[in-house]
């Protein structure tokens, strides 16, 4: 005869029964076993009875994805709000002219930064101006503060340089633009930083050693007004017109002539 011996143990959230059928003969000890123990796991809820279905366990979560230097600053500008152009600019240029990289610091102008923004008509240009804001080493915001005014701060840029024009805490300046967004994105690992700013770089005027003054605007003349050296509406200017003049100004001179030897010598 067979039977089916379990045993319990366990605490009382999760109860464990082990199970073993041995053959029972008539006269003999119940020693020949008929199949392996089986154990098996049941959990219990509170309250609940013996032999609930078992749960289903959940897998862990896996690790979150890892994020390049250059997503880690792209997150960090968005974020900010008000660095919509320079993001699309980096993104239309990064991969074949990156911009961000470790060991530098960048200063991003904000949307609409004086005097014009960026220059989208020329990708020469645009990278000229990213670079002119992209300083050669890491600066966070405290290394800033411990410049003088008249500092400069070398860009990637050979021969070219970023002035401290003010160090005011707020107020910040560099090449007269202010510091309105510190430590936006700060990767001590990487040293790398990335503050934002509030107008372009004033390079030319900070550098005209390198790359000249800054063009002086052509004079507007006033509504109605001729600029110098310019004729006036409606005048002519050719070579015929040139000649008349001539020939009527020695006509003057013979005449004024005539007239100055008749009273110093009379008839």
Do not use: W
Not at 78 to 96: K, P, Q, Y
Not at 139 to 167: A, C, F, H
Not at 229 to 258: E, I, M, Y
């Amino acid at each position: 005869m067979a039977y089916t011996y379990c045993t319990q143990r366990g605490p009382t959230q999760l109860t464990i029964l082990t199970c073993m059928t041995v053959l029972h003969m008539v006269g003999v000890s119940p020693v020949l076993a008929l199949e392996q123990p089986r154990t098996l796991f049941v959990v219990n809820a509170p309250g609940s009875k013996a032999g609930a279905p078992v749960a289903t366990p959940v897998a862990a979560p896996g690790p979150a994805p890892v994020l390049s230097l250059h997503d880690m600053v792209l997150n960090a500008l968005r974020s900010a709000g008000t660095f919509g152009e320079v993001v699309g600019v980096i993104e239309n240029l990064d991969d074949t002219y990156p911009i961000i990289r470790p060991n530098i610091t960048f200063f991003a102008p904000e949307d609409n930064a004086e005097p014009n923004g960026f220059p989208f008509n020329s990708t020469p240009t645009l990278m000229a101006l990213l670079n002119y804001h992209t300083a050669s080493g890491n600066y966070p915001m405290q290394s800033l503060l411990n410049l003088k005014v008249g500092d400069r701060i070398p860009t990637v840029v050979s021969e070219i340089s970023i002035v401290v024009s003010n160090v005011a805490n707020p107020g910040y300046q560099l090449d007269n633009a202010m510091v309105t967004k510190p430590n936006l994105y700060s990767n001590t690992n990487l040293s790398m930083s990335v503050h934002g700013v509030n107008a372009i770089f004033n390079t030319r005027f900070y550098n005209t050693a390198v790359l000249g003054p800054v063009p002086a605007p052509a004079p507007v003349a006033p509504s109605g007004a001729t600029a110098p050296g310019a004729a006036s509406p409606g005048t002519k200017t050719d070579s015929n017109d040139a000649a008349h003049c001539s020939s009527q100004d020695s006509f003057s001179l013979v005449l004024v002539g005539a007239i100055a030897l008749l009273f110093l010598c009379p008839l």
